[in-house]
């Protein structure tokens, strides 16, 4: 099955300065990696997602990159803000799998006012 | 109610206790998930629903039970729990083509402890 490495496990950011989170995936096969928030008590939810046919995608303040040979995705947070602070989840899921998720251990950003 | 819910949203439980959390979803999705969420841990995918039928069993104990009687809800039935088994019981829901790649919705979790 998929697995998926997430580091680091801490980050710590001033405010306003930019955040990058890396993932790897251990099967070629994979085709789809989300990015899940998950704010402290709350539901993780989902914030960005790329596909394996494009290298990267951005909404506002949030990127991520796919690089599928190398078999690692990375989440890019810039300007952070305090609202910013929570668990960013990775996650990777293949064709036939039918929408299985296999998740990172999770990050914890801090952003510092 | 909208989205992914959850009942009851706490729960205390003794080991030789029989309880059930019930997850369900507004969205009209055809595919139900249950994960484990346990502290420094990678959420745990144990079991999944597709078109209400199990297809996926991820090794998980018999102890633990699931139920999806239509696309709309999901049970877990728990019995003869561990101490180890304390944790945030989150239910999740999409749509499944069978291809992968469709964004799951959260419910907002059981936070399970067994005494």
């Known amino acids: 099955g998929e697995n998926v490495e997430q580091h680091p496990s801490t980050l710590s950011v001033q405010e306003g300065d930019s955040a990058v989170i890396k993932c790897t995936y251990s099967?070629?096969?994979?085709?789809?990696f989300p990015w899940y928030k998950q704010e402290l008590g709350k539901r993780p939810q989902l914030i960005i997602d790329?596909?394996?046919?494009?290298g990267e995608k951005k909404d506002q303040r949030i990127a991520v990159t796919l690089n599928k040979t190398a078999k690692h995705f990375s989440l890019h947070i810039t300007e952070t803000q305090p609202e910013d602070s929570a668990v960013y989840f990775c996650?990777?899921?293949?064709?036939?799998?039918?929408?299985?998720?296999?998740f990172g251990k999770g990050n914890q950003v801090v952003v510092i006012p | 109610e909208t989205g992914v819910t959850q009942t009851p949203r706490h729960l205390v439980m003794g080991m030789t206790n029989k309880k059930s959390l019930k997850c369900e979803q507004h969205?009209?999705?055809?595919?139900m998930y249950w994960y484990k969420q346990s502290a420094k841990k990678p959420l745990e995918l144990m079991f999944v629903?597709?078109?209400?039928?199990?297809?996926e069993n991820n090794s998980v104990p018999s102890r633990f039970s699931p139920e999806c009687p239509n696309s709309s809800h999901l049970f877990l039935h728990l019995h003869t729990l561990q101490p180890e088994d304390s944790a945030l019981y989150l239910c999740?829901?999409?749509?499944?083509?069978?291809?992968?790649?469709?964004?799951?919705?959260f419910g907002p979790g059981t936070r399970l402890t067994v005494t």
């Open positions: 999740a829901s999409s749509q499944d083509r069978g291809t992968g790649g469709y964004e799951q919705y």
């Open positions: 099967d070629s096969a994979s085709n789809y």
């Open positions: 790329i596909r394996s046919n494009v």
């Open positions: 996650a990777a899921s293949w064709a036939w799998g039918n929408n299985r998720l296999a």
């Open positions: 969205l009209g999705h055809n595919a």
């Open positions: 629903y597709s078109l209400e039928e199990r297809v």
